[in-house]
């Protein structure tokens, strides 16, 4: 029996021989003709690449670019000069005002026409805005109040533009003295 167990150590099974003999190979040709062709197509984009050179630089258009940032860009037209009258406080007063309105470039001639064709409107709308204003309106330091109220009037009158903002972005009261007019 011991001779038997010898013997069966030094043989090999015979399951394990004939898949060592008979086990598939990698295709090795196969993979290195794929290797040395990707190699190939590598170094030919590559030298493509360096003869055909950088892509030529991209400058803007100065003048495009400076024409649109030109439309809008804030610019000031005097909506009125004039003197109205206050007598809320119980003393009559002559208010000297100087108003302007902020409009963009693009929106400036579309202003102005509507502003000549509607002047006595607007005059008319700012002068109520004066008569109904309190005394402590017109004390305020930042005028915001009025302000607030002919900007108002104004983006009635005025409407909006193509894209659907107010014609009128801001006012500015410039000149501003009470004058009382009581002895």
């Known amino acids: 029996m011991a ?107 579309q202003a102005e026409e509507d502003l000549k064709g509607k002047e006595a409107m607007v005059a008319a709308d700012i002068t109520m805005i004066f008569r109904k204003a309190e005394p402590n309106v017109l004390l305020e330091p930042s005028l915001s109040t009025l302000t607030r109220q002919i900007q108002s009037a104004l983006e009635e009158r005025l409407g909006t533009d193509s894209e659907k903002k107010p014609i009128v972005e801001q006012v500015l009261i410039k000149k501003f003295t009470q004058i009382p007019i009581d002895p």
């Open 3 to 109: 001779e038997s167990n010898k013997e069966n150590k030094d043989a090999k099974p015979p399951a394990e021989a004939p898949a060592a003999a008979g086990g598939k190979k990698l295709p090795m040709k196969a993979i290195m003709v794929l290797a040395v062709a990707l190699i190939i197509e590598g170094v030919a984009i590559s030298a493509a690449f360096m003869i055909a050179g950088k892509p030529a630089a991209v400058h803007a258009d100065p003048a495009a670019k400076s024409e649109a940032d030109e439309a809008e860009k804030p610019t000031e037209m005097m909506v009125i000069s004039d003197k109205f009258q206050n007598n809320r406080s119980g003393r009559s007063y002559i208010i000297d005002t100087e108003i302007y309105a902020v409009v963009r470039r693009k929106n400036q001639s």
